[in-house]
């Protein structure tokens, strides 16, 4: 009897696990449209940046009474373990942002409404057309659409560079390396260093667009062992190994405050400066980065925002979304975000100059921006780009040659292209 | 024969009912949090599962994948064994050496045990956000402003590969050698008085007294710590974490501080692979399972000798 009471309780463990491992995906049921509606919000950043988008949120109310939206904050760290728990459930968010190229890898797996059904490809007239490339799937889903920008700034210390005879900041790659030589023989000890992208490829693609070259080519071929990406890893490893830039990265307001000459780094780090390190107030500066031999690409990032699949309020999520893009909600976003001292660039490239920055900082954003590319949306780039990294850190580091730290790169990127 | 059988059940039920209805919370949460949890992982860890979609069983290609082809986990796993043996050995050896040292009970003693132990009862992620601060690579560093003042360059700890595994060793025997003294001082002081007493009497030295008398009788102590320590230093995530993870790395640079533990979290929450999460998980299991066992069966061999 208990021998055939354990056989009974092992089968029947045995068909719930097989069944009820997960619950496996329905259809999730809309709501009446006209219906009060409660929609909550993951915003992934800090609680300032909830504070904005709750702003629009509450303004978003005033025009559709029935709709409440809720944002609440989910921070970088455990953002994406956090959403993929909520789309595994099917309970959580109705709203998500969170990294550019998320919404596509939660999308492509059924977790995000395709925005197209809903009209937000009409976004793209406005968006930036590298940032809204990179923020739709290979196949053309718009599982999420741009919120914001982000790129990067070359910051300086005026005092240093005057001490070092340097009229202006580098605007070249020559002149880049000439000034390190000359603040060094001015006896600065750290010329230059970089804080976003230190030993990771997106510190590597500015250098590699600014070449000319690219990741992958339009069709999304991998495109590494091209002359161009050598010569902008050659260049890169050199301002390392031969032109001493640290390896280990460090913030890039404290690098300035440290009496690092040059700094490379994101653009948020601008609005904390002065109210950070109130010792370096009038003597920083910024300008966007040097260019290379084709020019001045910048990388362009950001955050996306989506609507889950298991919303039962898709409809108000995309009209929400929709909303943001607004001239109404961009001015709201960045009144409450210059009252918090937060860095917001809205998505809209001919609203940069509204940004949170000052119109001097802005200007710079502008012209990174306008010129600027995205992270590429080909697939098994996101599978690719951490062992694409290690081959660059293994050129940086002298275990490996460029050429082979690119053919092996390649080698990944067309393995996961599939 | 039946009515006897059905009236020793009813007699059984009315003594321990109590008992068992007692215990129903306890179970329930037990196979609610544990047991279904680890029995779900297991069936995952035979299918192709990314979170999202339902998962197809896939029998035992995720293994295959692991154990022949994955130079990532390959790498992961000597990483793992690197650390666990030189944090073990090293962990258990000052947890010894401590408690030899401060296992008396004078004021002087008590204060220095208390100090020693502190990192075990404090948060390991504020333990973490310490390091990480003190080897911290610009002048605020707390290790680089140490070399700054014998006039040393600095050093970027986090991201030179040959110091990663170093750091980490240092970071977990730093944490946990207090809680290995505080269990030798308790296993020093179950060792009767009378037998080094006997030895004196009959000449030994204090290194035979320590060789012949405390060693042996330190055993289970030694054996307890040992596959504790073993079983945790498999299992290290917050130190890669916190202090080594890149913007796109887990494992920090090349790799240099991948164990398996993170390598797990990054293949099931950053890659959607929650079924080759689930078999990396049992195969960890089935290492410090076995290394645990020998462990315990070397114990035995030896306490017989």
Known sequence: MRRLTAIGCIALLAATLTSCATSGQQQTEQADANAPASLSFWSTGGDDETAIFQKAADLYKRSHPNVTIKVQTLTWDDAYAKLLAAATSRTGPDIVSGGMTWMIQFGARGAMVDLRSHGLDALKA????????????????????????????????????????????PKTWEELTDAIAKLRKAGVAKPYSQDWGNLDWIGYFNYLYQAGGGFYTDDCKPSLNTPQAEQALQYWVDLYRKHGAPTATVEGAEALDTGTALVVAGSWIAKGIDTGKPNLKGKWAMATLPAGPAGPTT??????????????????????????????????????????????????????AESTFTPEQSAVFAQSIGSGKAAPGCPGWDESAPDVSKQLQAAILGKADVKTALAESAKIMERNAG | MANHAVSLRRSRLRRYGTSYLMLVPFLGLFAGFLIWPLLNSLYLSFTSFDGIKPPTFTGLENFRRLLVEDERFRHALGNTSVYVAASVTLGTLLSLGLALAFNGSSWPHRVMRTIFFLPSVTSSIALMLMWKWIFFPSDVGLANTVLDWFGQKAVAWLATPGLTVPILVLMSVWGGMGY???????????????????????????????????????????????????IGAFQVFEAVYIVFRGTNQIGGVLDSGLMIVPYLYDQGFTHFKLGYASAVAWVLF????????????LGRATKEL
């Open chain 2, 286 to 297: 089935l290492i410090i399972f076995v290394i645990s066992l020998v462990n315990l069966r």
């Open chain 1, 299 to 352: 990388f362009i990032g950001g955050r996306a925002i989506g609507v889950t699949a298991f919303s039962k309020y898709a409809k108000q999520g995309a009209d929400f979304i929709k909303f943001l893009y607004g001239d109404e909600a961009i001015r709201a976003m960045v009144e409450e975000g210059k009252k918090r001292n937060l860095p917001y660039i809205p998505p809209r490239p001919d609203k940069i």
């Open chain 1, 126 to 169: 406005q968006a930036q057309p590298a940032q809204w490339d990179s923020a739709i799937s290979p196949d053309g889903s718009v599982y999420g659409v741009p919120l914001d920008m982000s790129t990067f700034a070359l910051y300086y210390r005026t005092d240093l560079l005057e001490k070092a005879g340097l009229g202006g900041p």
């Open chain 2, 180 to 230: 290995g003294m505080v269990l030798y001082v308790a296993g020093l002081g179950a060792i009767p008085e009378e037998y080094y007493e006997a030895a004196r009497i009959d000449g030994a030295s204090t290194w035979q007294q320590f060789r012949r008398i405390t060693l042996p009788l330190l055993r289970p102590v030694t054996t307890y710590v040992v596959v504790t320590g073993l």
